[in-house]
């Protein structure tokens, strides 16, 4: 191997492989890099080393295993002892003298530490019960961004008030946050279609794929990993093709003489319009094809056995990707599989979905600022609105309410 | 950002490396600082939005310095509270990811100090790097799927520690050397011992030199 030129005389390109598989690398070091792998063999077989390493480093357990809320409570705790009585001493001292209930405490008002803390607003007064019975709600359901708040005392009233105020981030944290959501497919996946053993991958893209491509996905890559694959079109028309079994589902009416929705041979090419979406197996060779003029626009999902993380698909553009590998949990039944588009203005929620379920959002045009929680509530922690897609695959119950794609 | 990088999937005839498309990991994001900078000024909220954020990345981490869950989950709790005391001496440096994971380490070493548990002592692991070609990299690309995970398994903490931070949480070179407290030298000299390390538990008549 020989030393980089382009590098001090002391660095070596073999120094910066690691940095170059995990995407640290600066765009300049990148390109010097990228020129030299291409005429240096045992450079180009030491980067395969290293991404050997990378998947195995990344499928050792413990990976992404969520924390339990009675984290973020006792830390809340831990703080309040820091700082002052404790929230339950609070609501104990507070137990004679009914205190005013804030509902709502503006954005940038919260908490402040040393600074003197926010006044309770005067607009809203209840009763000691109601605020201790939704102190100790908040503390039961341990919610990561339940806000507590003191105040040494209320200027305007001449109160002392010793109380928490008790701040639920809902759905909609901030009174003017208004979460649009819009279901854009649902459908069950029967039992047996979710892979029962091995490792759980669970990956959603958002893909693009310009005008005259076609996008094989490699039917040798595919051979590991079994389990429900998702193609769902946002925009443009893909021409799509699975050598096996396909379900087409239809979000308006067809043309005659076109592949109508239900199952489909394998084999068959089918145009899938903006709404439209199938369902096939991850192992069977798909290739998308875009002979329109518009690039189209995708969002594909999938979940299935095995150990295959990241982008699959050839000659399309990644606009972002989320995974999450599960170890243990995953729908032991049928299971309803839902694509929702949401609209969060900064700190909104998509609320939590019923437990045992999974949860992945990607961004709809980049890597979006989202932070999600162990229940799989996400939040917009963005200081801009930001629009995500979330998949949810729900265990079915027989409560569960599929609505119509 | 978007680029290509290479991504790996073990198949039937072995290792097969593809170039992909990957969102590259921003090296510090103005908003985050700016929780941080909450964080200092008492925002409770900005501390819910980091632990959101980093709760689980810094849980993985915690867990593989100890295998204690419950002292995982201690750590973490510590971690965070010494990131809400500490935010107003964040000075940007590293990012807020390396700059958690940093505090993470110190507080498991101390714990685990503390009560006289096992630490690793980094100072004999530390090798000399070769610069020479590397054919016996080979040996990974041959090997099955299985023997390489195992292979992880088995690894130092000192070497599995750094793989982590760097294919998992995918920090820096600098974020790296900024967690685990070493020159930036010793950054890439303990990545190219890890994977000689993990070329030795597959081959075991070859030593990790």
Known sequence: MTPSRAFPSDEHVADRLPAYVNGTLEPAERA??????????????????????????????????????????????AIDQLEGPTVMESIRASATVPRPLSPSI??????????????????????LTMLATAALVVLTLGASYVTLQRSHGDQETGQPASIPAVVVTSATPDSDASVETETLFATVLPTGQIPTSGVLDFVVNR???????????????????????????????????????????????????????????????????????????????TT??????????????????????????????????????????????????????AILPPGGEVPAPPSSSLVLEVGANGDASIGKRADGSLRNLNERAETIYVITVEPVTAGTAIPSP | MNLLAPRCYFLSSGWQCRMRTVIVQHPILEEELNVVARMARGDRRALAE?????????????????????????????????AWTGASSYAGQASVHAWLLGIARHRTHDTLRRRALRVVDTSVLE???????????????????????????????????????????DLSYQDLAKVLGIPLGTVKSRLHQAKRAVRALLRPDESPR
């Open chain 1, 32 to 77: 010097i890099v990228q020129a030299h792998l291409r005429d240096c063999a045992g450079c180009a077989t030491e980067l395969a080393a290293w991404e050997v390493i990378r998947a195995a480093t990344r499928s050792l357990p413990f990976h992404a295993a969520p924390a339990p809320a009675s984290v973020l409570d006792r830390l809340w705790i």
């Open chain 1, 288 to 341: 998308y094809s875009n002979l329109g003029t518009i690039p189209v626009q995708l969002v594909t999902a999938g979940l299935y056995a095995g150990t295959l993380p990241g982008p699959w698909a050839e000659n399309v553009t990644y606009l972002d990707f989320n995974e999450d590998v599960s170890h243990n949990s995953r729908p032991s039944g049928p299971a309803e599989v839902r694509l929702v588009r």
């Open chain 1, 106 to 127: 503006p954005q940038g008002a919260l908490g402040q530490r040393a600074v003197g803390r926010a006044r309770w607003p005067a607009r809203t007064r209840r009763g």
């Open chain 1, 207 to 285: 893909l693009s794929l310009d005008p005259g491509r076609s996008a094989p996905i490699s039917p040798t890559v595919q051979a590991c990993c079994p389990g429900p694959h998702i193609t769902h079109v946002l925009e443009g028309e893909l021409t799509i093709r699975v050598d096996g079994p396909m379900q087409v589902f239809r979000a308006g009416a067809v043309a005659p003489g076109t592949v109508d929705a239900g199952t489909v041979p394998p084999g068959t090419e089918v145009v899938l319009h903006p709404g439209d979406t199938i369902t096939a197996d991850f192992t069977l060779p």
């Open chain 2, 127 to 169: 090798p000399l790097v070769a610069l020479d070609p590397e054919p016996e990299d080979r040996v990974l690309l041959e090997a099955e799927y299985e023997e390489v995970t195992s292979a992880m398994n088995r690894l130092a903490p000192i070497h599995r520690e750094v793989l982590i931070l760097t294919f998992v949480h």
């Open chain 2, 50 to 82: 980091l632990y959101a954020r980093y709760e689980r990345p810094l849980l993985t981490y915690l867990r593989h310095l100890t295998a204690d869950r419950e002292l995982a989950e201690e750590l973490l709790q510590d971690t965070l509270l010494a």
